[in-house]
């Protein structure tokens, strides 16, 4: 089983410690209020605009099956 020190040097940064973060992940709670502020604004608007053009591309598929079955009724 040498494969086995390896494997747990290799993912070492990525373990939980015990103030429970993980690995080298960022604490947004220390950045100023500002930042963290701008943070929610931009990751609202990516999934706002994501959203916009996940169903944009739904309706552009599924729309025209759908009003052709309601016509045919």
Sequence with gaps: ??????????????TTTPDATVGRM???????????????????????IALYAGYG???ERIAPPVLEIIENI
């Design 26 to 48: 960022i604490d947004i709670a220390t950045l100023p209020t500002a930042v963290q502020a701008a943070l929610v604004v931009t990751l609202v608007l990516i999934e706002a």
């Design 57 to 59: 591309m739904i309706e």
């Design 1 to 14: 089983m040498a494969g086995v020190g390896t494997l747990n040097k290799k993912y070492e940064l990525h």
